[in-house]
Every structure is written in C-alpha cells, then in structure tokens.
C-alpha cells in the first residue's frame, strides 16, 4: 500500500489504464500517509477522508477513462472556495464560511477525475511567506521540522513534499507558489496572468493573482495545470487564446533555447549556497553548449516595493468585503460603524492589517499619485524592460529565494526582512509573465533550494521544457528523495 | 519615526479597521519603515510611461449579455450571521451617533 505514493501522476495514469491499480487503493494509501505524517507537518486545514474515497468508489466504478487527472489525489489552498465546505483564507475573519460556489478550477479538477483529499494552510489571505501569519496552526517544513514551509502556499507545498497528496494548487501573487517550492524542494508553477481563472479564488491583488500547481516533478506539473488553465467567462481577464499544449515538446529540454541570467548576481543578498548553486548552474549550461548571458535583470532594484504598494492597495479594496454584512465573523452591534470596525479589528491578524493599512495609505488623498500611480508606471517600465529583454532571449534564469527555508519564528519580529524574501520572484507577477521554480539541490543542513526561469508573455511551453532540461541537469530527485515513504532529507519527525 | 496617532486614526477611519493595544504601537512604527522603504520608487524616472494597470496583449472580453443561471439566494443567505425574509439584518445604518 505505501509503495503507491511513490507514483508520479504520469505513471499512475499508466497503471491505472492497464488496470493494475484502483483509484480507491492510491487514495487509501494517500489517506495512510496522512494519517502518520500530518500530525507532525500539519499541512492540512481540513481532510476528507470519506468524501475522498466515496469520490475513488465512483470513479472505480465508472473505470479508467482516460481523462488527464484521473484517480490524482489533490490537496486545495484554503482560499480556493469549495461549494458546502469551508473555505477560510486560514483567517478568523472567515472561520466558518462554506462558499455556494465551487472555484472555476476546482469544477475544472473534478472535471479530469481528480480526487480532493483536503484544504490546505496558508498565510492569512495569503499575505505572508512562511505560512506563520495562519490564524489557525503552523505547518512546517517536512524537510526539518523546526523550520518554515514558505509562504503563502506553505500546505500546498507541504502537502506534495511530504507525500500527502500527489499534487496540490497554491496561488502566487509576489512568490507564493514559487518560494514554498523551492523551500520544500518541490516544483511549483505560475502560469502567465489571465492563464487560470480566478473565479473562485478569494481575492488578495487582482492584478497580480494567479492559481498554479504543485507537484513532484515538472511533467506532473505541467499536466496539471493543462487540466486548469484556459479562458473561463466568469473572469473576463483570463486569456482568450487556447492555453498552449505544455508536456508534448518537454524531452527537448533546453534545445534551442537562449538563456539570460542576473550579471549582478553578487550584488544581491543571498546565502552563498544559493549563489553556490546559481552559478555553477551557469557553468554547466555552458559547458553544454546552451547559450547563457548575462544580463541586468528588469525590476531587481525595484520590483519588491512596487510590489508592495500595488498589492497592498488592491488589497485594502478587496477585503473591504469583509464587514461583518453577508458572511463570515460579525462583532459589535452598537452601530454599522461599531459592527465594522470590531469584526475587522477581531477577524484579521496583524499582517492583513498591516498591508490593508498601508494600502489605504497609499491610494488616499493627497498619496495616491506619489505612490499608486508611480508604482504602476513603474510596472509599466518594468514590462517594458521584459518585452525588450525576451526579443533576445527565451528565458531567464535565477534563483528562487535568496535563502533556503529559515527557521519559524526567525523573520517575525521584522517585515520587512520577510518582504525582502520576496526579491527575485516579484518581477514575473508584476510583468505578468510565467515563471517556475525547480528543485536544484540541498543546502549543508539538508534544507532544499529551488531556482527559478522565467519565460516571456504567454510562452509556458517554452518555460516547461526548459524547466524539464533543468529538472534532468539537476537530478534533485534521485540523489535526494528516497523511495516511497522515505521522501525528502529524513531527519526530524519522521 | 512613526506614524502620528492622527495619521493612524485617518487610516483606522478610511479602513473601518481599529486597532488595539500593543499592536497599536507597532504598527504604528511598522507601518512608517514601510512607508520608507516603498517611497524610493519616487526616486525612478518614469517620464513620459502611462501607468500601467493589465498586463494582457487583449482588450476587455464581454460575455454575451444574457441570462444565466446565478447562486442560490438561500444558500448565499445560509452564510450570513443574521438575515430575515431574504434580507441581510445589520445594526441600524441611520443612527445619531453612528456615521
């Protein structure tokens, strides 16, 4: 039974269509694996086992049918609503709250007979990058359980690195798929803006905000999001074109690919590992004949504190919604003013006051145009600069995160040292543009570093396969992920 | 050099969000260092770029303008703390002391 976790989704896909396995036996297996895990990693909000395996029984029934998800068990990001279950953002605020609508992508997993398994932890409304800003519980890292998972999709990434479900959707607005990814040495994806429906994901910054996938390797990712992406009419800023095939062309790997990389790179902060690691992935592209530049990177200087003023304003405007009126905590009732201002000051942690504060601050009289509007003229500069730079190149190549993951409680007291977490994955959500982060290798205390590429405007088949030559460079799983139930650098809690 | 417990209380106002003892200070001293840290942007040249706000190549996509089905009032209502005939119940809006 445990030797099932072991099977990525494409290879499930192939014992399943001969047969050789049933879907309600991975989801047992998955459910066991939760059952001696969780515990100890607390990746999950809410499980659920018996809806889980009534969904295997059904699809048992109806018997393989090719559809591209079939029989995957899948964890969801708590801010992906679910209809009759509840949906938190891990907030207070929204503590009970069981939306009447299940999220455009979730309709879209069940659609290609996939099987939720549970919701995972995030940091509250996902503002945050290590999953400490929950209202509810502290999820760690399954590498080393004393340090930080990222943020904000922390379970997600949990989820898939501990083996706790096969793959599992986050939402990225500067970073949040991608950081957790490489802090838990899995691969996670955000596709280009507009290319997954936000219908359904409970907002944070609409123009920023995107759902991607989680999963162990980049084919797995890449059939996943195949399975979500695509125009949908309820969000009218998704992409009208066909979404591109993502895992026909990946064998070609980087064949043909030109790649750009930060000529700076030592000017930024980072732990040398990561340096360690970037550099002589440069090396070896070059040893191998792959055309590497080095370039100045678009919004390196910048991106962070355009990021967090645009953000934070479309924050402070779509939590507005939280007031107590039609779902979700109400307190105090002496008047309409009272009852908003006690259920906001009750139902949000710091961190989402923070950044709804800051955000009014910069959209208001007298500060709008000094800091919203120079922050989307920036934004304009900054695709401008990316525009340029992919004429020339196919892809850009840099690390992830400037650390491996770091220990919980270590950046709480500061931050802005937590926002700075955020440097090198800014860029892509402020351009728009899709990015993905690989596992690349371990730091010497056997916590995983991920790095990242970045692909142009609409180009994620560029990106995946370039990512799968990386993946094949890398070799992270073989050298580091043991076999089934020994996954990922087995040292604390385990 | 923190925010002005004016400054605090105008935001507080604007955000219908009240604060609350330690964090009160914190914040306070908080939210000035970011306000620093962001106002370097003012330092980029950005003459003559239009701000921009969509990143996609499209312009506004429609849906055709008819009928659908849409969510379940009572299911919506279900969510709700206190509603009554169809309605949301809040505390008086009109109110001498209150807006």
């Known amino acids: 039974m445990e030797e099932l976790v072991q099977y990525s989704i494409f290879e499930l896909q192939e014992l399943y269509r001969k047969r050789e396995v049933g879907v309600v036996e991975v989801v047992r297996a998955y459910l066991e694996s939760i059952a001696a895990r969780e515990s100890s990693v607390k990746a999950f909000l809410r499980v659920f086992p018996e809806t889980a395996l009534d969904e295997a029984a059904k699809l048992d029934a109806k018997g393989y049918d090719g559809s591209a998800l079939f029989g995957v068990p899948i964890a969801l990001k708590d801010n992906l609503c679910t209809r009759g279950i509840r949906t938190t953002c891990a907030s207070k605020i929204l503590e009970g709250y069981r939306p009447p609508y299940d999220a455009t992508v979730v309709e879209r997993l069940k659609a290609a007979g996939s099987v939720v398994v549970g919701k995972t932890n995030l940091d509250e409304f996902a503002m945050g990058s290590s999953c400490e800003n929950s209202a509810f519980q502290v999820t760690r890292n399954p590498w080393d359980e004393e340090y930080a998972p990222g943020g904000s999709s922390g379970g997600s990434a949990a989820a898939v690195a501990a083996d706790l479900a096969l793959a599992s959707l986050g939402s990225d607005t500067g970073g949040s798929i991608r950081q957790p990814a490489s802090l838990c040495g899995v691969v996670g994806l955000k596709g280009t803006y507009g290319r997954v429906s936000r219908y359904g994901l409970v907002a944070f910054a609409s123009s ?3 759902i991607g996938p989680f999963a162990r390797d980049v084919r797995d990712c890449a059939l996943v999001m195949e399975a979500i992406a695509g125009q949908d009419v309820r969000d009218a800023t998704t992409i009208p074109e066909p979404s591109p095939d993502l895992h026909g062309n990946l064998e070609k790997g980087l064949d043909g690919l030109r790649i750009a990389f930060p000529s700076d790179l030592g000017k930024w902060e980072m732990d040398s590992v990561v340096k360690d690691i970037a550099t002589r992935t440069i090396d070896d592209l070059i040893r191998d004949a792959v055309p590497v530049e080095g370039v100045t990177l678009p919004g390196m200087e910048t991106s962070i504190a355009t990021y967090y003023i645009l953000a934070n304003a479309e924050a402070s405007s779509n939590l507005a919604r939280y007031d107590g009126v039609k779902y979700g905590l109400r307190s ?10 006690e259920t906001r000051g009750e139902g949000f942690g710091e961190e989402v006051k923070r ?4 955000g009014t601050y910069v959209l208001s009289s007298g500060y709008y145009d000094a800091y919203y509007a120079k922050a989307q003229q920036v934004k304009a500069l900054i695709c401008a600069q990316f525009e340029e730079l992919f004429t020339t190149h196919d892809l850009v190549f840099l690390p992830t995160s400037p650390t491996p993951a770091f220990k919980l409680g270590e950046k709480l007291d500061d931050p802005i040292a937590m926002y700075l977490s955020d440097i090198f994955t800014t860029p892509a959500n402020i351009a728009g543009l899709p990015a993905i982060s690989v596992p690349a290798g371990l730091s010497p205390n056997g916590l995983p570093i991920g790095m990242q590429l970045i692909a142009a405007w609409g180009q994620e088949a560029k990106l995946m396969r370039g990512a799968f030559g990386l993946e094949r460079m890398y070799r992270f799983r073989e050298r580091f992920v043991r076999g089934a139930g020994g996954r990922g650098g087995r040292n604390a809690g385990h | 050099m923190a925010l002005t417990e004016r400054e605090l209380e105008h935001l507080e106002r604007l955000a ?11 914040l306070r001293e908080q939210l000035a260092r970011i306000i620093d840290f962001v106002r370097q942007l003012q330092e980029i040249d950005t003459t003559g770029l239009e701000p921009r706000a969509h990143v996609g190549a499209f312009e506004s996509v429609p849906r055709p303008d008819e009928v659908q089905p849409c969510l379940p009032r009572d299911e919506v209502l279900a969510a709700s703390p206190e509603n009554r005939d169809g309605f949301f119940v809040v505390p008086a809006v009109i109110d001498a002391e209150g807006l």
């Open chain 1, 355 to 358: 950044r709804i504060l800051l």
């Open chain 1, 332 to 341: 105090g009732s002496e008047s309409l003013l009272n009852m908003y201002e």
């Open chain 1, 208 to 210: 920023l905000d995107q």
């Open chain 2, 16 to 26: 219908r969000l009240r604060l609350s003892g330690e964090s009160r200070e914190k």
